[in-house]
């Protein structure tokens, strides 16, 4: 089974549909995406508390498991192999992929380092450059080579601050709406065996 979300394509449902029958294949269409978070971004995450805290909430590395295969390396996410290249067009120095990535060929430990790194609670080093799903929504556009170039110069500490807004915003949520816990206070059992006036 295929599941696919509608963008912009030129080719409609229907011809899609009929592609996946010829092939036996089942066709799962979901709503029109318009819209997309922000993630990789020009300016370097300082606060690495916030780089944490973002990784931890990251549904690209966590609840939609994007795993990606690059160069002979697994990576936890989609986002970190092209770091280097991203980061490149910008200006700005970046290390290897391999910092990131787990050799696939000739690696007798290949399957034990998969799931400690999918397991692991530690960001990437392309996190540093990463909002994750905490960033803002843009809207989903083709841009020319001007609009290109304005995307690799802009300034996005206004995104950074948007996303450390957005985690506190989740974490009010999931604190509102998870699991209550009653705290029963010592001064509240002082309150309810202290005996009433004129009563023994």
């Known amino acids: 089974m295929i599941g ?36 990789f971004i020009n300016n370097r995450i300082e606060d690495e508390h916030l780089v944490r805290r973002i990784f931890s909430q990251c549904k690209m590395a966590n609840e939609y498991s994007c795993f990606s295969i690059y160069e002979g390396m697994f990576f936890r996410c989609s986002v970190a192999p092209f770091a280097r290249e991203r980061l490149r067009m910008a200006g700005i120095e970046f290390p290897g992929p391999e910092v990131d990535g787990i050799q696939i060929h000739g690696n007798p430990h290949l399957g034990a380092e998969i799931e400690a790194r999918v397991k692991s609670k530690e960001p990437l080093k392309a996190c540093s450059y990463c909002l994750g799903s905490s960033g803002p929504m843009v809207a989903h556009r083709q841009v020319n080579r001007q609009a290109g170039k304005a995307w690799l110069e802009e300034d996005n500490r206004a995104d950074i601050a948007f996303a450390r807004r957005n985690l506190r915003r989740q974490a009010v949520d999931r604190w509102l709406h998870g699991p209550v816990t009653i705290l029963l206070l010592p001064a509240f059992f002082a309150l309810t065996t202290t005996p009433s006036p004129g009563r023994s």
């Open 4 to 39: 696919a979300a509608r963008t912009s394509l030129a080719i409609g449902d229907k011809a899609i549909a009929a592609k996946c029958a010829k092939h036996g294949t089942q066709l799962d269409l979901r709503p029109t995406i318009t819209e997309f978070n922000r993630s």
